[in-house]
């Protein structure tokens, strides 16, 4: 597989309402796309979009490194081994921002597996799942998270997350405990806090939830480094997300407390990186749960592809819902209980140039 063309375009969609993140309000996402074409004319679009308040690197750093680094691939074989977790990848992308690595990485994956004739999910694994589940995601006013949670119910939803940590301690365990019961047992209940609450605001929570049947709480402490004793101490199942931002997937060992992984290649530096670290979890007994970081259609379609590899495990996708409009076109059909492997990655690849700005290389 040798690129012969490379394209680098910019992207401003808006969202339907406002986001704020980390006291940051966002009108619209931005992003930049890679696009390889190859002498045959097989081509791979990858996406950057580095998140604001989670991203250390801008949408200018990751643009500029793509700029500079995405020629030196031209006429160049790459080889297929990149998607693998046991692989050593291209030396080069180890020192791109996570985001532009990702995007750089995910424009190879996708050429090469056009270049062999394969999808995106059987370039990752040789049987990968063929229908995957997503979780929805719960946020906003009580009134619309409890009538949101009876409608993902009846809609078939495996799980549902819950965003936790905004409000007093006291209104999230009664918000959880009135979730939990429209839930019930056929539908997992997932807690997000980011990160939210001190060691004793977490125990107030803890025993405030106790009896409610939970599958984790992502990253429930401001103090990250205490995760181990609360859930040790106090049986509190928690996920680590923002935890895995700068570790290496080796250092996993190192927290057997976790009931699971959160995985989101924007922020993890790559689809081979959340790979190794999904061997990891597989090996600790962790579960492995793919998550968006509101990445437009090309994104998302790589986070599809990485579910169906990675396992049986709902993918946190509902993101996307908050988009107005997208870079693909038609756009992909979320939000939905389910998704089709193959036709997502069809979708995925059908870029709308017209609503792209085009950057200079070279």
């Known amino acids: 597989m040798i690129p012969s063309r490379i394209e680098l375009y910019r992207y401003g969609i808006r969202f339907k309402e406002p986001v704020t ?14 696009r390889l074409i190859a002498v ?11 998140l604001p308040g989670f991203s250390p690197e ?43 690595r990702l995007g ?10 056009a270049s062999h004739d394969l999808t995106l999910p059987e370039l990752l694994k040789d049987s990968p799942e063929k229908i995957i589940s997503t979780n929805g995601l719960l946020s906003g006013t009580i009134e ?32 959880v405990r009135r979730v939990g019961e429209i839930l019930g047992d056929g539908v997992s209940l997932r807690l997000d806090a980011n990160r939210a609450w ?17 599958e984790y709480v992502e990253e429930p402490l401001a103090e990250p480094w205490r995760l181990a004793d609360l859930a040790r101490g106090w049986g509190l199942p928690v996920a680590l997300d923002e935890s895995l931002v700068g570790m290496e997937p080796e250092e996993l060992g190192l927290h057997p407390y976790a009931r699971a992984v959160v995985l989101k290649p924007t922020l993890l530096g790559g689809m081979s990186r959340a790979l190794r670290f999904a061997e990891e979890a597989r090996v600790l007994g962790m579960a492995s749960v793919v998550s968006s970081s509101y990445e437009g259609g090309v994104g998302t379609g790589a986070l599809v592809a990485l579910a169906a590899a990675v396992g049986e495990e709902p993918a ?22 389910t998704m089709d492997v193959r036709e997502t990655m069809e979708a995925a690849r059908r870029v709308d140039v017209r609503r792209l700005e085009p950057v200079p290389l070279g």
């Open 40 to 50: 045959d004319g097989s081509e791979g679009w990858g996406e950057a979009a580095p």
């Open 104 to 113: 750089l990485e995910l424009a190879l994956l996708n050429l090469s597996a």
């Open 316 to 337: 946190g996708l509902d993101t996307y819902r908050a988009l107005a409009e997208d870079v693909v076109e038609p756009p992909l059909q979320l939000p939905a209980p």
């Open 198 to 214: 001190g060691f004793d605001e977490a125990l107030e929570f803890a025993r405030g939830i106790s009896g409610v049947r939970i």
């Open 58 to 100: 801008s949408l200018d750093d990751a643009t500029e490194q793509l700029r500079t680094m995405a020629p030196r691939l031209t006429n160049r074989e790459i080889p297929v081994s990149l998607a693998r977790p046991d692989a050593t990848s291209l030396r080069e992308l180890s020192h791109l921002t996570s985001s532009a």
């Open 144 to 175: 619309k998270t409890l009538v949101d949670a009876y409608s993902m119910r009846e809609g078939g939803y495996r799980a549902v997350k819950l965003k936790v940590g905004r409000r007093e301690v006291s209104e999230d365990v009664g918000i």
């Open 21 to 34: 993140l980390k006291g940051a309000t966002l009108h619209r996402r931005e992003g930049a796309l890679i």
